[in-house]
């Protein structure tokens, strides 16, 4: 269904200055950046599994990442329902 919003962008991809300080020439800034967008990789997919066991709700939208990424969303009570 293309009506539901699902945004599973891992939040440091909202700060754009970092991302492209560490997208320089410099070696070790390199690997610093390959190493952020290993994290991001693994938030994103942390979020897909969430919904997977979820059975497709959706884990939050961009409004709630947006809240998630300040601190002023505490997901613990969604997950908490997810079956070991």
Do not use: W
């Not at 967008?37 to 409004?63: H, K, N, R, W």
């Amino acid at each position: 269904n293309l009506n539901r919003r699902r945004c599973y962008l891992a939040p440091e991809r909202f700060d754009a200055p970092a991302a492209a300080s560490a997208a320089s020439n410099s070696v070790s800034r390199n690997m610093a950046f390959s190493g952020e967008l290993a994290a991001m990789d693994v938030f994103s997919l942390g979020c897909i599994l969430a919904e997977l066991f979820l059975d497709g709700q959706t884990l939050m939208d961009l409004p709630e990442l947006l809240r998630y990424r300040s601190d002023q969303l505490d997901l613990h009570a969604k997950i908490a329902c997810i079956k070991s």
